[in-house]
């Protein structure tokens, strides 16, 4: 008894003691477990306080994604978004059970633009002027963001059951903060899209940026995050840093982190949202005005809201890239 | 009869023996019963430990079921149809707490205490493993010009550096908004410098002081005034810069960024003269400022 009592006197105490030292585990300071499907989210214990981690794309594969940059032309920012998505998203496939890491089809900028201009009409019909292209619901200078939705969709792999690869333009009505942290849920351990990137409208849709992820306290697709700063990919510039045209217009380099607060107050950025009176980036014109404005308590279809092209959970077989959907996952207005 | 009692007595004193030796051996230690306790911690902390991986592991897979109806598999969440797209500021949900700016104490102004100050900020270090640099060139400090936009981003001077990897290539260029007034910075962007940058050779400013002044004397026929020092210089740009039909977004000058400076001298002749990063020499009524909101 003697010795079962000495045993158990001391076992208990470390139980005791075990117990009370798990509650003031943080569950934060473990290395994020990944499944073999859901990679190249970055954490790291920096020496810092408040300290912000990185949540996104594998930066490797985003190098690879945007090699080809610059846009080939002037008007061909969506193309060139379309086109890192794409390769990001079959390069993640051929890691994840595919058997490829690219497309079985030309995929350069020239060859997506085609496709751009060929297909893709929205079953409303096709925008006039502008570009002129088929997948375009407006008269965009360049690629609108059906079109774009459109391109992000069919260039990417076939979606399975457990690498979905569906495609909306979402728009958000409220503002650039709320839409900056509702596009950060995109990134993190809990997405259907594993850390792809996306692509959203700038400067009131003068031109698209790629964003790859955020800096944040805490991972940003379990919501409540902090945010710190975003990470985007310019397509004016190529993988060493130099513009198009020799202008440096809205980053300095490719790859830029930006903080929110630049974010959220830069006109080049989401300091304004889309503006279709800047003579570039009108509401959409289809003949049969699925997506025409007006609507009822809702003026505008892309005006002044924050609008990107993102992967979700919405299936092609529920509502497919023809419909854009708004903050709250709803269908966004329409006639 | 004598016998048996003394033989029983002997048993039992035999007994008492064996029980007390036996009683002395299990006796713990001091060491041993250490030993359990960290042997019982260990067992519960690996049990709770395993549980916790275990469903780190599960809530990981959550969405990952394979085969069957795509549309069947994928969880609702983020990005659902009828589900907000974030956690704040979208109907029926709270509004989204404001912007932090980070700013932190920068109480000396010199190249070297700004150096030291941006080497222990919360940025700096949460982004160093990310982009591998070790080690900040100095600083240099960029004004502001006509700076009246209420936006933080143009009304604040800036100090730029750029930062090396462990090869002793620039891999990357700081931005911080520095307010003087209240001594203190913060985060306003990170360029990367990729290895085929010319960049990635040079230590910021990519043009020096004493090149601009070469240029304001070959250009102008001028030297710069007797005890003044050329500055760098960034302005809130006309937005029609970046509207590719305007002819504004032929302006090849720079300065439209702290991290595209350009030179301010002032000429012998008393007036103002910009150095733009094209190597051409200016005068205030060339450089295409925004009027209104940048």
């Keep these: 008894m003697l010795f079962l009592r000495s045993r158990a006197m001391a076992t208990i105490l470390g139980i005791v003691l075990a117990l009370a030292i798990v509650q003031f585990w943080s569950y934060d300071n473990l290395p994020v477990v990944q499944a073999a499907s859901n990679t190249h989210q970055q954490t790291q214990i920096p020496n810092c306080y408040p300290c912000y981690s990185f949540y996104g794309s594998y930066t490797p594969w985003m190098n690879t994604a945007t090699s080809d940059w610059f846009e080939q032309q002037s008007n061909w920012c969506g193309v060139a978004n379309i086109r890192a998505i794409q390769r990001y998203d079959w390069i993640y496939w051929g890691n994840n059970g595919g058997n490829s890491t690219t497309p079985g089809w030309d995929n350069s900028q020239s060859a997506i633009f085609n496709r751009l201009s060929t297909s893709g009409q929205s079953p409303w019909g096709r925008g006039s002027g502008g570009a002129n292209l088929v997948s375009n619901i407006s008269g965009d200078f360049g690629t609108d963001p059906h079109s774009i939705a459109y ?5 990417t792999p076939v979606s399975t059951g457990s690498q979905p690869y569906y495609f909306h333009n979402w728009i958000y009505k409220t503002s650039a903060l709320t839409a900056t942290e509702d596009i950060s849920t995109d990134f993190g351990a809990n997405t259907v899209s594993h850390n792809d990137p996306i692509s959203a409208t700038i400067d009131g849709g003068f031109h698209s940026f790629i964003i790859s992820g955020f800096y944040a306290s805490s991972d940003p697709s379990q919501g409540g995050a902090a945010l710190n700063s975003i990470v985007t990919w310019d397509p004016w510039l190529n993988s060493s840093n130099q513009a198009r045209d020799g202008h440096y217009y809205y980053n300095t380099t490719q790859e830029e982190v930006w903080s929110i607060s630049n974010w959220t107050t830069l006109t080049k950025f989401w ?51 023809d419909y854009a959907i708004d903050e709250n996952g709803h269908l966004a207005p329409h006639n | 009869m004598a016998h048996s009692y003394k033989q029983s007595r002997q048993n039992a004193r035999s007994i008492d023996r064996n029980k007390q030796l036996f009683l002395e051996q299990q ?9 359990s306790a960290i042997l019982s911690i260990g067992a519960v902390l690996a049990i709770v430990l395993g549980f916790t991986f ?3 592991v599960a809530r990981t897979n959550s969405t990952q079921t394979a085969s069957g109806n795509p549309s069947a598999t994928i969880t609702s969440g983020y990005g659902s149809l009828n589900y907000p797209k974030g956690w704040c500021g979208n109907a029926g949900q709270a509004a989204c707490p404001p912007i932090d700016p980070g ?8 190249p070297a205490a700004i150096a030291s100050t941006i080497a222990r900020s919360n940025v700096f270090n949460s982004m160093r493993d990310q982009y591998r640099y070790t ?50 910075m913060a985060f306003s962007s990170y360029g990367v410098i990729t290895p085929t940058d010319p960049h990635a050779k040079l230590a910021f400013p990519y043009t020096s002081s004493a090149t601009a002044s070469s240029l304001l004397r070959r250009q102008r026929n001028l030297a710069i005034m007797p005890n003044s020092q050329a500055e760098l210089v960034f302005f809130p740009i006309n937005p029609s810069f970046r509207n590719l039909n305007s002819p504004t977004h032929l302006w090849s000058g720079g300065g439209d960024s702290p991290m595209n400076p350009i030179w301010l001298l002032k000429g012998a002749n008393g007036q103002d003269y910009f150095v733009g990063v094209d190597q051409r020499v200016y005068v205030q009524t060339d450089l295409p400022i925004a009027q209104g909101r940048p």
Excluded at chain 1, 151 to 155: K, N, V
Aim: glycine content about 6%.
């Design chain 2, 135 to 184: 080690s900040l060139d100095v600083p240099a400090l960029v004004h502001a010009m006509f700076a009246h936009t209420g936006i933080s981003y143009y009304d604040n001077d800036h100090w730029v550096v750029s930062v090396l990897n462990a090869s002793g290539q620039r891999c990357g260029i700081f931005d911080f908004i520095y307010d003087r007034v209240n001594h203190r």
């Design chain 2, 27 to 35: 006796k713990s230690s001091p060491r041993q019963t250490v030993l």
């Design chain 2, 54 to 56: 275990i469903s780190a």
């Design chain 1, 151 to 155: 391109g992000a969709w069919y260039e």
């Design chain 2, 103 to 110: 700013w932190f104490s920068a109480l000396a102004d010199t």
């Design chain 1, 271 to 321: 300091g304004q949202g889309y503006n279709t009176n800047n003579g570039s980036d009108p509401e959409p014109n289809t003949p049969n005005h699925y997506y025409v404005p007006p609507f009822p308590n809702y003026p505008h279809h892309w005006d002044t809201y924050f609008v990107t092209i993102e992967q979700d959970r919405i299936p092609n077989n529920t509502y497919s890239y």
